[in-house]
């Protein structure tokens, strides 16, 4: 499984994932908003693709939720 696999099943232009050191963790971006969600997972492959993407789309809810700023 690669990454662009999980971000492609997410389908959101706003959200990238990253490897940490002994974890994954996705990041949210949409140039108002920030958030980032980390998984406890050393490897890609030690999720189906479809917990990679229910919790991708579990950042994606938690961003989107937050206030924009004021501006």
């Known amino acids: 499984m690669q990454t662009a696999t999980i971000l492609k099943a997410i389908g959101c232009p706003h959200l990238k994932l990253h490897h940490g050191n002994g974890y994954w963790y996705f990041v949210y971006d949409d140039g108002k908003r920030w958030h980032d969600q980390s998984l406890a997972v050393m490897r890609l492959n030690h999720l189906s ?23």
């Open 49 to 71: 693709l479809d917990a990679w993407v229910a919790a991708g789309k579990s950042a994606v809810a938690a961003a989107e939720a937050m206030p924009e700023p004021a501006q």
